[in-house]
């Protein structure tokens, strides 16, 4: 395989793992919590956190190998995971908004790709 697919791979995987942070994220966020401490010193947040840093570490890592220009490009793929990642584990909706949106990205990522 071409070392540019590989490390793409990588950074499409990178930008999925934070997008499962940031469902962590929310849904700490919907609970309440008896103390600000609380808040804060819950699992999801200290995962959610601690995969953020995960995947900085590996983007620095991959922006080594793959050109400048693909980056925009494969985190724009992190819109669609959080989107699809918030109907499966939030319940949320899809609105006709965010589908056309969805649609204009992966249209987007298709015509850069070729």
């Known amino acids: 395989m071409n070392e540019i697919l590989i490390y793409?791979?990588?950074?499409?995987?990178?930008?999925?793992?934070?997008?499962?942070?940031q469902i962590l994220l929310k849904r700490a966020?919907?609970?309440t919590y008896e103390t600000k401490l609380a808040e804060y010193l819950n699992w999801q947040?200290?995962?959610?956190y601690g995969l953020f840093a995960f995947t900085v570490i590996v983007n620095?890592?991959?922006?080594?190998?793959?050109?400048?220009?693909?980056?925009?490009i494969l985190?724009?793929?992190?819109?669609v995971f959080v989107t699809f990642l918030s109907l499966v584990f939030l319940r949320?909706?899809?609105?006709?908004?965010k589908f056309c949106g969805m649609v204009l990205i992966?249209?987007?990522?298709?015509v850069f790709s070729l």
């Open 92 to 97: 949320e909706g899809i609105t006709r908004i």
């Open 8 to 21: 793409s791979i990588v950074m499409i995987v990178a930008v999925f793992i934070a997008a499962c942070s």
């Open 75 to 79: 985190e724009s793929t992190g819109y």
């Open 45 to 48: 947040v200290v995962v959610a």
């Open 60 to 72: 620095m890592y991959v922006l080594r190998y793959i050109p400048l220009s693909f980056v925009p």
């Open 106 to 110: 992966v249209i987007g990522i298709i």
């Open 29 to 31: 966020a919907m609970k």
